[in-house]
């Protein structure tokens, strides 16, 4: 019913920035909280960035100071700008949405497909 599509990562050396961009369309009568996940190879998925429909934001320490989350409610969609990136910051980067769909009883969570971000030189 609720797609969630990435675009936007890529190879980028350190120092070097990227922005992802994740549109979610379908069904869809709210969101609330948007949000950004990552996992590298061994690791357990954790989250990058969230953003209420109201723009309230939160960051991983790790990404604080380097990352911005934003959203354009009226496109159902969120943008994570990412600067000064570094080898660590290399994954797969998910964004999540929950979502109340049309004709919908309750919040449900949607992911997208994923989209590899590497850091190297």
């Known amino acids: 019913q609720v797609q969630l599509v990435e675009s936007g990562g890529g190879l980028v050396q350190p120092g070097g920035s990227l922005r992802l961009s994740c549109a979610a369309s379908g069904s869809i009568f709210s969101i609330n909280v948007m949000g950004w996940y990552r996992q590298a190879p061994g690791k357990q998925r954790e989250l990058v960035a969230g953003?209420?429909?109201?723009?309230?934001?939160n960051y991983a320490d790790s990404v604080k100071g380097r990352f911005t989350i934003s959203r354009d409610n009226a496109k159902n969609t969120v943008y994570l700008q990412m600067n000064s990136l570094k080898p660590e910051d290399t994954a797969v980067y998910y964004c999540?949405?929950?979502?109340?769909?049309?004709?919908?009883?309750?919040?449900?969570?949607?992911w997208g497909q994923g989209t590899q971000v590497t850091v190297s030189s």
């Open positions: 999540n949405a929950v979502v109340w769909v049309v004709a919908g009883t309750r919040w449900y969570d949607y």
């Open positions: 953003i209420t429909s109201g723009g309230s934001t």
